[in-house]
Nanobody, 124 residues
Framework: QVQLVESGGGWVQPGGSLRLSCAAS????????MGWFRQAPGQERVIVAG????????YYVDTVKGRFTISRDNNKNTVVLQMNSLKPEDTAVYYC?????????????????WGQGTQVTVSS
């Protein structure tokens, strides 16, 4: 079955960095659009970044542009979200998501598979 396993969350002070990884199995990874979403307490789950099959196209929500970088390794079936200059408002549970054969999905409903989530807390 499909599994998406996130790792790398934790606590960091404002201005710090974290690197989230998502290991995928059981799906055509190199033909899947991948995304990172986040959900803060009491809020909806929203997309943070997305990446195309080959990694040639990426998408970022405005609030993270210039601070976050999404990348993928199709040989290792992994997708990474590098988060720099973190702010308290980045605090949330971060989820990895996959859409096999997807073309630029940005909405939660467009993704077929989800990881269990990893907590990111930014505070002093």
């Amino acid at each position: 079955q499909v599994q998406l396993v996130e790792s790398g969350g934790g606590w960091v002070q404002p201005g710090g960095s974290l690197r989230l990884s998502c290991a995928a199995s059981g799906l055509p990874f190199s033909s899947s659009a991948m995304g990172w979403f986040r959900q803060a307490p009491g809020q909806e789950r929203v997309i943070v970044a997305g990446i195309s099959w080959t990694g040639g196209s990426t998408y970022y929500v405005d609030t993270v542009k210039g601070r976050f970088t999404i990348s993928r390794d199709n040989n290792k079936n992994t997708v990474v979200l590098q988060m720099n200059s973190l702010k308290p408002e980045d605090t949330a549970v971060y989820y990895c998501a996959a859409k096999p054969y997807g073309l630029g999905p940005k909405k939660e409903v467009e993704y077929d598979y989800w990881g269990q989530g990893t907590q990111v807390t930014v505070s002093s």
